[in-house]
């Protein structure tokens, strides 16, 4: 079992927090590759290009290519 202690801000309300809460546990599962980034954006619970904002924003690449295989992506 892992446990997080996190420090927030009290005039979040618990809705606010609960939005965090869920955007951190998503990152936390995909950057484990637990889940695909896919999956955590549905735990997330917000849409596909602000989760890959708030990877961006925490140095997370979202997809990890090889030379060939980000070639291969491209020209497909």
Same mark, same amino acid.
């Given at each position: 079992m892992m446990e997080i202690k996190l420090? +927030?801000? #009290?005039? +979040?309300? !618990? !809705?606010e927090t609960e939005k965090i809460l *869920? %955007?951190?546990y998503a990152? $936390? +599962?995909? #950057?484990?590759g637990v889940i695909s980034v896919g999956r955590a954006v549905e735990i997330a619970g917000i849409p596909y #290009?602000?989760? @890959? =904002? =708030?990877? *961006?924003?925490?140095? %997370?690449?979202?997809?990890?290519y090889d030379d060939d295989e980000l @070639? $291969? =992506? +491209?020209l497909s």
């Open positions: 420090k +927030l801000p #009290q005039y +979040l309300s !618990k !809705k *869920r %955007i951190l990152i $936390e +599962l995909f #950057q484990r #290009q602000d989760f @890959l =904002e =708030e990877l *961006r924003k925490r140095g %997370i690449h979202a997809y990890s @070639l $291969e =992506e +491209l």
